[in-house]
């Protein structure tokens, strides 16, 4: 597509479930990153994937985290247990290469009540 | 202390009004500078790169002390579509793909 889609753009879930994101990014972007956004806070870096090399996960906060990217499709970021501390945007992004600038998803409004 | 470090504002300027934003990063090995815009409930976008030796994009100018760590973004003749949050972010050379993100720095733009 034209540019980084995700998927929902709003996700209300209780306490306790799992929630899976997606996010399809722009044809032929081979880096793929996950960043968090809480409410009035910059962004968290989560996860990075670049081709078929082994991901970054550094950024991911727990052990309830877990991303998976195929080749250079499509990733989904999967939140085990979800807490109230998750409500956040979660951005995706994309880029050529990771010495390319990113271009952003709309982002996902996860809210855990 | 935050590895990149700004004012939150908001600031609250007239149209045709200059603004100046400044941004502080903690590593000194950060190699890649950026200042990135985003409108409330929206993702960010590139607003430009900053180079070393300075850059200018129409109204906007991008200015980076390596001596001191700290990068500004100077707006003039501010329009009311300037109106948004502007985040200042840096690249270090161990993990060049990764964003560090400031806070942001709020702009307000009045008639």
């Known amino acids: 597509g034209a540019g980084v889609s995700q998927s929902p753009s709003n996700k209300v879930t209780e306490k306790g479930k799992d929630v899976e994101l997606r996010c399809d990014p722009i044809?032929?972007?081979?880096?793929l990153y996950w960043y968090r956004q809480r409410l009035g806070q910059g962004l968290e870096f989560l996860i990075y994937?670049?081709?078929?090399?082994?991901?970054?996960k550094s950024g991911l906060p727990s052990d309830r985290f877990s991303a998976e990217r195929t080749g250079e499709s499509v990733s989904t970021l999967t939140i085990q247990r979800t807490q109230q501390e998750d409500s956040a945007v979660y951005l995706c992004?994309?880029?050529?290469?990771?010495?390319?600038?990113?271009?952003f998803g709309s982002g996902t409004r996860l809210t855990v009540v | 202390r935050k590895e990149v470090e700004q004012d939150p504002g908001p600031f609250n300027v007239p149209e045709g009004a200059t603004v100046a934003f400044n941004c502080t990063y903690s590593?000194?090995?950060?190699?890649?500078f950026f200042w990135y815009r985003q409108d409330c409930r929206k993702e960010p976008k590139l607003l430009m790169s900053?180079?070393?030796s300075g850059n200018e994009d129409g109204r906007f100018t991008a200015q980076l002390n390596r001596a001191s760590q700290y990068i500004s973004l100077l707006i003039r003749d501010s329009k009311l579509s300037d109106s948004a949050t502007y985040l200042c972010?840096?690249?270090?050379?161990?993990?060049?793909?990764?964003?560090?993100f400031g806070s942001g720095t709020r702009l307000l733009v009045r008639p």
């Open positions: 992004a994309s880029s050529f290469d990771r010495n390319y600038g990113y271009t």
């Open positions: 900053v180079y070393s």
């Open positions: 590593n000194s090995a950060s190699q890649s």
């Open positions: 972010v840096v690249k270090t050379g161990d993990s060049s793909y990764k964003l560090i």
């Open positions: 994937f670049q081709g078929n090399s082994a991901p970054d």
């Open positions: 044809s032929g972007h081979t880096a």
